[in-house]
């Protein structure tokens, strides 16, 4: 039986580096999202505006305008779901929904549009 020998591994100096968030505290210039499996839809219609889910999102993606939630920031949300759990309305006013139907269902939207002008 012969012994091999191990493939001598990179330190941590060889290691290329990584992105770099030079501004103060922030990661807005980050598109977050692009890593996320579920996205909230927003239900207008059972929203009663009480912005339960504006202060518990841990990124800043729910987008309110004159005091009333209108949609959501997909660039930055990473579809934790902390915005559905906490929505205190009966039969909630968010559904959560995986990316694969979401692109599915513009599939289906940009269908029934047909061909965009130029
Ligand atoms: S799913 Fe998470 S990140 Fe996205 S809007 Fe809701 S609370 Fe915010
Ligand atoms: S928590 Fe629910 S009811 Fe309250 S603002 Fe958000 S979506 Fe609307």
Known sequence: MSIQKREKKPGWKELPEGDLIIG???ASGFKTGDWRSKRPIFLKDKCIHCLTCWVYCP???IIVQDGKVIG???DHCKGCGICYHECPV???AIRMISEKEAK???TVIAKAEGPKQP
């Open 24 to 26: 103060g505290g922030t």
């Open 59 to 61: 990124d800043s993606a």
């Open 104 to 106: 599915a269902k513009n």
């Open 72 to 74: 959501y920031d997909y």
């Open 90 to 92: 009966k039969g909630k």
